[in-house]
């Protein structure tokens, strides 16, 4: 019932605990331990497995093979300690508090989601470890950035996002590509409420009415009549802030319902592999939060090598990011070439860095520079905004009609 | 009037899947005597199960119900023989029995739970499926659905024929009334039981692998099949096939009614507030008979 502690998990803090006393004899120490609690099991399992696991087994199978983190002049393996945290956050804080204080790693990668990276936040900031938050996603961001110096939050705002879609939307309509109805419908939780509490305004500024604006709580097996009602008022835009299950759900019911606004945009979830995986043709137009570059070799590369190690596509919004955070630590500690968090987060904090998304270097603790807004074009899902990003792509519109199953 | 109507159907669809989903633990908890917290990894369990027969060996999910079935009648039959049967035995009474069954599946859950997420990870899931467009009364209905509702009738149907026309059937109802008194009329309690538990078991994998072609389910979501199984359950009263039809059509109805007519939002608050008033006009159940 507690946290379950894996096999390997259980090898590497034994290691690491016979380990100890040499390190400090001899300065480079013989291992990194790198611990994390990630949800295994629970809700959170869904996202955590899709985006967070396969990135950090990933790296540190990336790392070991070149030898190890180079510190100073020696190559230093990382040796991994993990739990799971059953994706409950008192679960999540136990086992924080644990690889700080009992299994004293030197340093914490984050669970996967906003809840969860908002409860461990204090703990990692008390014990001044490095926190980059690669999955939480919160209009708190700012905020908590300045709060806890050490937190590093690299998924943007939900009202970022949010704004971010009627930034794509509202030139097309002064070209008159669009109409001014948006139907929108949201789950009532968490990321949910914020992208669409950062939509609402921004449409209303940019002269756009809504002519449907429900929520609908978490879990609904049923989008039928939701959809029927949102289709009703006929609108040019359809936009959905939605969790992975309803995300598959709506666009299943408008595929076959045959409701074909001009913009279609669903929320958590349409970046996945397994949406392209489920629709195929049919994503073609479809908008989401999230995108990436396709036309970079770093990202390219990046694919390629995640298929290898996970046997599949990461998903094309978080993913890339959380590989990169971890590229941006393995940076930053090699730069400072010694176990010091303290000038790690420094690094962090002031550093650039090289990554598969790109060049990297954080604004008060944010990543500014990610993509908001994505669109399936020919099978990939193509950032389309910010407008003037590397690589961003011109919206396809209207969007094709659903291709028959 | 064609809105109304198209309601109504959708309705009716989402209901017959909550009672397809809850016919399987109406006779697991209330004729076997088993409260199955497990239920739900029961559910998901065969929804890999024919997830993976459509995938790797194209096998169709239909197929897949011949071939699920059986197999989850047996694996059920043997998990109430060897693992379930010495709680029944030295239970004093139901009451002791239903508190063990609780504890003793609770941890089968993990169990189950555990060995699907080893094999196919914790990721979600989802294929299509019959996934075409049907016409019903000016509602826009997936095939798969439909075919779901279908063999929701088809195997309530056919349990109650065999409950209330045949031999075994009668003494399954007999056990399920009045477990103290059946075996004074020559009922094998022990033999009724197990097998009560496992066509409970194989309609649970009728039931997951029928809804494994519409929804997007993953290996950590059983309790969210549990739970709507046991308000179904409870609201048609415990054992009840007529009342578990009853309740998940009732409940389909509501939630549609209030997503399209009053406000998406309020759906669970509807189901619930349903559920309350259930329990306190009839405690026992719609369809129940109010405690010895």
Same mark, same amino acid.
């Given at each position: ?336 070439g010694r176990i010091d968090r303290a000038a790690v987060i420094r690094e962090l904090q002031t550093g650039s ?53 | ?25 109406? +006779?697991?908890?209330? =004729? ?11 559910? !998901? &369990?065969? $929804? #890999? /199960? %024919? ?78 499926? +019959?996934?075409?467009? =049907? ?11 439909? !075919? &779901?509702? $279908? #063999? /929701? %009738? ?111 939002g309020l759906t669970l608050a509807a189901t619930y507030g349903l559920f309350l008033l259930v329990l306190i ?12």
């Open positions: 019932m507690n946290s379950t502690i894996t096999r390997r998990g259980a090898l590497g803090a034994a290691a690491a605990a016979l380990a100890a006393p040499a390190v400090r004899a001899q300065g480079a120490p013989s291992a990194v331990r790198i611990g994390y609690a990630i949800s295994k099991t629970g809700p959170n399992a869904g996202g955590a497995a899709i985006t967070t696991i396969p990135n950090y087994e990933m790296w540190v199978k990336e790392v070991n093979a070149a030898g190890g983190l180079r510190l100073g002049q020696a190559r230093v393996p990382i040796q991994v300690t993990e739990y799971d945290d059953r994706s409950v956050s008192e679960d999540t804080v136990r086992a924080a508090e644990r690889l700080v204080n009992q299994d004293r790693v030197d340093f914490v990668l984050p669970p996967w989601g906003t809840a969860l990276n908002l409860a461990v936040a204090p703990i990692l900031n008390r014990a001044g470890y490095p926190h980059l938050a690669s999955t939480a996603v919160t209009d708190r961001a700012p905020e908590l950035g300045r709060r806890w110096t050490n937190s590093f939050w690299m998924l943007g705002t939900g009202s970022g996002a949010g704004a971010g879609l009627v930034e794509v939307l509202a030139p097309l309509k002064q070209q008159g590509r669009i109409g001014d109805t948006v139907a929108l419908v949201s789950v009532a939780d968490g990321f949910g409420i914020e992208l669409a509490n950062g939509m609402r305004p921004a449409f209303q500024r940019a002269g756009f009415r809504l002519t449907y604006d429900r929520s609908y709580p978490v879990g609904t097996q049923d989008m039928a009549p939701i959809l029927a009602e949102a289709a009703r008022g006929n609108p040019e835009v359809f936009v959905a802030c939605s969790y992975p299950p309803d995300t598959l759900a709506i666009t299943e019911q408008a595929r076959v319902s045959g409701f074909n606004p001009k913009v279609f945009y669903t929320g958590v979830g349409t970046a996945f592999p397994l949406y392209k995986q489920r629709f195929g043709a049919a994503t073609e137009g479809v908008m989401g939060v999230g995108g990436v570059d396709a036309s970079s070799q770093r990202f390219q590369d990046y694919l390629r090598r995640h298929v290898a190690s996970a046997g599949r596509e990461p998903d094309r919004w978080a993913s890339a990011i959380t590989f990169a955070s971890l590229e941006m630590l393995q940076q930053a500690i090699e730069r400072v860095f090289d990554t598969v998304i790109g060049p990297v270097k954080l604004q008060n603790n944010l990543l500014t520079d990610l993509w908001q807004v994505g669109q399936w074009q020919g099978g990939e899902f193509y950032g389309l905004m910010p407008l003037n990003k590397q690589g961003a792509k011109p919206a396809i519109l209207p969007k094709p009609a659903w291709p028959a199953a | 009037m064609e809105a109304a109507a198209a309601t109504i159907v959708t309705g009716f669809v989402l209901g017959g899947m909550y009672a397809l989903v809850a016919i399987g633990l109406t +006779l697991q908890y209330g =004729v076997a005597r088993i409260m199955n917290l497990a239920y739900g990894e029961f559910v !998901v &369990a065969a $929804a #890999f /199960a %024919a997830l993976w027969l459509f995938t790797s060996l194209g096998v169709s999910p239909l197929l897949g119900l011949v071939l699920v079935m059986p197999l989850a009648f047996l694996a059920n039959w043997a998990l109430y023989r060897v693992f379930l049967t010495p709680l029944v035995r030295r239970a004093p009474d139901a009451g002791a029995l239903e508190t063990d069954s609780i504890l003793a599946t609770f941890g089968l859950l993990f169990v189950v739970q555990g060995v699907m997420l080893a094999i196919f990870g914790g990721a979600y899931q989802s294929y299509s499926y +019959l996934s075409v467009p =049907v016409q019903v009364l000016g509602a826009t209905i997936t095939a798969n659905r439909l !075919v &779901a509702l $279908a #063999f /929701a %009738a088809v195997i309530g149907g056919g349990l109650w024929f065999l409950l209330a026309h045949t031999r075994m059937g009668t003494a399954v109802r007999a056990v399920a009334v009045n477990p103290a008194a059946a075996p004074l009329v020559g009922i094998d309690m022990a033999r009724t039981a197990a097998l009560a538990f496992a066509v409970g078991g194989a309609v649970v994998a009728a039931g997951g692998v029928l809804v494994s072609t519409f929804l997007t389910f993953n290996a950590a979501m059983g309790m969210v099949f549990t739970m709507k199984a046991l308000v179904v359950v409870i609201m048609g009263g415990v054992g009840n096939l007529m009342g578990c039809l009853v309740a998940g059509l009732l409940l389909g109805l509501t939630e549609t009614l209030v997503a399209s007519f009053v406000d998406p006009l009839r405690p026992a159940g719609l369809f129940g008979v109010a405690a010895r």
